[in-house]
């Protein structure tokens, strides 16, 4: 008995020494779990996190909204997770993938550049939790199951495989006029390869991963046009970490912004040709004009964060000024 009590009193002491970094859980979610590309980085940022002095065990979700629910109930220190889900905690990160407001991956690089900088760290606090991070998870791309379905009118009256917690996107289906089909991260791909849905949205990565070209087959096709920037976000309790790591660590996601870009163009690059539909310039200017008249209204509705579309907003008309609502600032 002594022994036992002296081997106590030894773990107590070594907990609160100097220089011990006391374990925080870190959930991420990843549809592949422990095998998957979005854990095996997550890897990496253990690694990096301990040499700020932080401890983190790891635990893989394949559901994300485990993982999220885990997290709001206080199980996970922070978790990962993609940015629609992550909206819920932090509506101004959340709002980096608001739909049409960053067509390319250098846009999306630059605005993560923008609120990982110190001066934007207020911003990515709410009062219970922050975005201690964000990487790009890929162009979010239109699977359709007939080539015909390639403009707005064509898509009133279709089935679409909707994200059931994404209010946005619940928004822009009523207001196309297509009919929703309530799905998750998880049903969505069967619910398409399986006929039970005319058209699906996702990055490239689901087009191999979740096997679309089932869903397509040799009559549909993928739509060349990006709706919205999917993104991972690393989410953390507010005041669990301290304000140095979390800056820090907002530092090591914009660097592996390349590392996460790389996966979605090759992804995007193994598309079948055949499979590919292109929209013309003046529909994409149709559907520009379309975007930013829903996100102003799910401004209004306070899904989209006001201050998040304004740097959007300027990040597009600094990349292209031509673009019609460069002339005005109603965003």
């Given amino acids: ?39 095996l980085v997550a890897k990496d940022y253990r690694t990096e996190a301990a040499s700020w002095g932080v401890n983190l065990v790891m635990k893989p979700y394949t559901d994300e909204q485990t993982a999220a629910q885990d997290f709001k109930a206080g199980k996970c220190d922070g978790v990962l997770l993609t940015g629609t889900r ?5 509506r101004f990160s959340g709002s980096l993938e608001a739909m049409g ?27 219970r939790y922050e975005c201690a991070g964000v990487a790009p998870a890929g162009a979010v791309l239109l699977y359709v199951n007939d080539k015909s379905i390639n403009n707005v009118e064509a898509i009133a009256g279709k089935r ?5 917690y994404d209010k946005a996107a619940k928004y822009m289906v009523r207001h196309v006029g297509a009919s929703l089909v309530p799905a ?34 040799s009559k549909g096709g993928v739509i060349d046009y990006p709706l919205a920037q999917m993104t991972f976000q690393f989410m953390v309790h ?22 996460f ?8 690059s193994r598309i079948k040709k055949k499979h590919w539909i292109t929209i013309t310039d003046e529909d994409k200017k149709r559907y520009d004009k379309m975007f930013q008249e ?3 209204k799910l401004r209004d509705q306070k899904i989209y964060n006001k201050t998040m579309l304004k740097i959007l907003r300027k990040i597009r008309c600094k990349t292209d000024a031509t673009r019609a609502e460069c002339a005005t600032k109603v965003e």
């Avoid at 009193?9 to 970094?21: K, Y």
């Avoid at 992550?86 to 932090?90: D, G, L, P, S, Y």
């Avoid at 679409?160 to 059931?164: K, P």
Wanted: net charge positive; aromatic share 10%.
């Fill in 1 to 39: 008995m002594r022994r036992v009590i002296q081997g106590v009193c030894v773990l107590v002491a070594l907990a609160v020494l100097p220089g011990i970094a006391q374990a925080n859980t870190l959930c991420v979610y990843d549809p592949s779990g422990a095998n998957g590309e979005v854990y």
């Fill in 86 to 90: 992550a909206r819920m905690f932090n």
């Fill in 101 to 127: 407001a960053l067509p390319t991956y250098k846009q999306l690089k630059k605005a993560i550049k923008t609120i990982s900088s110190s001066k934007a760290a207020r911003l990515m606090k709410s009062s």
């Fill in 160 to 164: 679409l495989a909707t994200l059931d």
């Fill in 184 to 217: 998750d991260v998880g049903t969505f791909a069967g619910l398409f390869n399986n006929r039970n849905a005319d058209i699906a949205y996702a990055p490239a990565t689901a087009y191999h991963a979740l096997e679309l070209y089932k869903g397509i087959g």
């Fill in 238 to 259: 507010t005041g669990t970490f301290t304000p140095e790591f979390t800056q820090q660590s907002r530092g090591w996601f914009y660097k592996t912004f390349d590392r």
């Fill in 261 to 268: 870009a790389k996966l979605s163009r090759q992804a995007e």
């Fill in 294 to 296: 829903t996100r102003i």
